[in-house]
């Protein structure tokens, strides 16, 4: 029987101390997103440990219809204009920062003494990032212009690249290890992708047409969340990643829906007690042991996944043309990381489960790391481009 006490006060709470972080976010230079997971981490099992247990049953749910929206989102980020013009800056340093980032972590891994499947699997991991916190970064700040555009653009595209090539890594790393079934895995990796963006289409198309016909408010709130919440059911019934499907639904509304804009003006208006949630139970999940488990390695891999987005996203902007702010600060906008990364870690120990006590613990400690960190970069990165005021 469910425990109604203590869901309703836990929601109640939760949602106050959104309200809370919210007020001091815009009063400091703290993003909300940073303030939400230090609670959740305080009141998570690692300290206070006064999350009720239904809090934690809630989180895979409320973090996919998180992620959903956010990919909805930013697929609205993609239109042709843009692409035309930003889409070079955005291909040249998502492509440049996941191959530097995974060539310069597989490297290191190496030269401390890892075997090459974990080397090659944490290098495949590492360009991964978390775009549910830059996007609300750049909401609470309210940031507008070049650099927030190309960022954006970056993050939507950014894990495409990086499950496309973590598919690839796992199936060389089968291939090499002597496992069998690479081709398969390859095969399911590409499914992944190609089927995601398929299902978006064909979902964006009617709901381009059919979305704000009827008039503003909670009709257009309900048909888009309808829409929305239907591509990702059925991205979970395929098997595919219903981030991208929903991320090419959002795409193909924001090219094809020209006489309104009001779906994803709805969305944005809802998404924000999801993710009040979803950050708070994401800290919460936040065990601290995992940094000490992994130790020096952990470390190096946060050392090198940094140097890597530096090294790849300034190469990259440079070979793209982009101005001088998106070379100087780019980097930084790309430093959270979370649940894709965890995702791709679970499924690699699957395959191989001699390695779950070396990847688990660095990538675990990475993600503590990098979401309780990545925010506050991300903050400092748009403020440096001069798309948000100082005393925001």
Not at 82 to 92: D, P, W
Not at 141 to 169: K, N, Q, R
Not at 268 to 296: C, D
Not at 324 to 347: E, F
Request: hydrophobic letters at 55%; proline letters at 4%.
């Amino acid at each position: 029987m469910v425990d109604f006490t203590n869901f309703f006060l836990t929601l109640g709470l939760l949602f106050f101390v959104g309200l809370m972080t919210d007020l001091i976010g815009r009063n400091t230079w703290l993003p909300r997103v940073s303030l939400l997971m230090v609670f959740g981490f305080i009141a998570g099992p690692s300290v206070l440990d006064i999350i009720p247990e239904v809090g934690h049953r809630w989180f895979p749910a409320v973090a996919d219809m998180a992620l959903v929206m956010i990919g909805f989102l930013l697929g609205g980020q993609l239109t042709i204009p843009f692409l035309k013009k930003s889409g070079r800056h955005v291909l040249g340093i998502s492509l440049f920062e996941v191959i530097i980032t995974a060539a310069l972590v597989t490297l290191g891994m190496l030269i401390v003494g890892m075997s090459l499947p974990a080397a090659l699997l944490l290098g495949a991991i590492a360009p991964a990032t978390a775009p549910a916190a830059t996007v609300d970064v750049v909401k609470e700040t309210h940031a507008e212009g070049p650099f927030t555009d190309v960022l954006l653009g970056v993050v939507g595209i950014d894990d495409i690249w990086g499950v496309v090539f973590f598919t690839v890594v796992l199936s060389m790393t089968m291939a090499l290890s002597g496992g069998q079934g690479a081709s398969v895995i390859l095969l399911t990796g590409l499914w992944d992708v190609a089927g995601a963006i398929i299902l978006g289409v064909l979902m964006g198309i009617p709901m381009a047409f059919l979305t704000g016909r009827v008039k503003p408010g909670e009709p257009t709130l309900v048909e888009a969340l309808g829409f929305v919440f239907l591509c990702a059911g059925i991205a979970f019934w395929m098997e595919v990643s219903f981030i991208l499907s929903s991320m090419a639904m959002g795409s193909v509304v924001a090219n094809l829906a020209k006489h309104h804009a009001r779906p994803f003006h709805a969305v944005e208006g809802i998404e924000w007690p999801f993710l009040t949630l979803f950050f708070v139970l994401s800290g919460a999940s936040l065990h601290l042991k995992a940094i000490f488990t992994a130790g020096s390695v952990f470390l190096i891999y946060v050392c090198l996944r940094v140097l890597g987005k530096f090294l790849g996203s300034n190469i990259g902007a440079k070979w793209s043309g982009a101005d001088k702010m998106v070379c100087r600060h780019m980097w930084m906008g790309l430093m959270p990381q979370a649940g894709i990364a965890l995702g791709m870690a679970l499924y690699a120990c699957q395959r191989f489960q001699d390695l779950n006590n070396i990847i688990m613990p660095v990538v675990i400690g990475g993600t503590i790391v990098f979401e309780l960190f990545g925010p506050i970069m991300t903050k400092r990165a748009l403020i440096a481009s001069g798309d948000v005021s100082i005393n925001r």
